[in-house]
């Protein structure tokens, strides 16, 4: 590897497995990387959305337990769930989870090498953020016509 | 040989490397197990998502007969194995970003791991509880 000129460089060392070092972009580095273009911010948001599936599952488990452990532990579940604090946390559990979901293909496509050049990048990106809008749509619609 | 050796800027030996399995000495296993259950969590985590906005305003009659249906409780009880594993995966992943400290790391991805096994199997044994204690007839 040849003398680094920019000291941004000193975030690209990697190394091979002969142990050999050379420029490779590691892990998004806020120095480096502009946070607000699209790849990154798309990047951070599936760690995001994942950390707020996980959350979601604890209500899931909530629900769950409530149901099997009886009728007023499955009223107070219900009762949480139907409040203003409750329709909020679910309504944003619902965009997460199809977020996470539906990038979460992309990441699979990108695992099979597809899709890596930039044009493919946004096309695919916007498709995410469309898919989440369309589909929380779709399960809220689904959910109103149940509730009501 | 003498060349080859001379070349060589590791200690690791050319067996060691074409294992593959590295420092962590499990290789690649976390990586691919994030992508089985991923592929595993696409169609159960659609069929979840919709499922369950079909049962808003669900009175617990019809909630434990929809839980206790066996289509349904074979696909909750598969859900929650895959979505737990991907979890406690997941969450491994983040810790080992950004804690810098070796007792906050290691005691923080215990912590986590420890509470999503208790998670699936509170969970599990509800799905289980509402499937066989109740007499089909019931249903």
Sequence with gaps: ?148 | MANELAERTTLRSPLGRVRGLGSSQSGVHHWWLMRVTSVALLPLSVWLVFALAGLAGASHAEALAFIGRPFNAVLLLAFLAAAFHHTAYGVQVIIEDYVRAEWGRIGGILAVKGLCVLLWLAASLAVLRIALLRPPAAL
Excluded at chain 1, 45 to 64: D, E, K, N, P
């Design chain 1, 1 to 148: 590897m040849s003398i680094m000129k920019d000291s941004r460089e000193a975030t690209m060392v990697g190394h091979r497995s002969d142990g050999a070092t050379v420029r490779r972009p590691l892990s998004p580095h806020l120095q480096v990387y502009d946070m607000l273009q699209m790849s990154s911010a798309l990047s951070i948001s599936h760690r995001i959305t994942g950390v707020i599936w996980a959350i979601g599952l604890v209500f899931l488990v909530w629900w769950l337990v409530a149901a099997a452990a009886g009728p007023a532990a499955f009223a107070a579940a219900q009762w949480f769930f139907s409040s203003f604090l409750g329709v909020v946390l679910l309504l944003g559990l619902t965009a997460a989870a199809w977020y996470h979901t539906l990038n979460g293909v992309r990441h699979l496509a990108w695992d099979v090498g597809w899709g890596y050049d930039i044009p493919t990048m946004y096309r695919t990106g916007w498709a995410v953020l469309i898919g989440t809008a369309a589909l929380t749509v779709l399960t809220w619609i689904v959910l109103l016509v149940a509730f009501f």
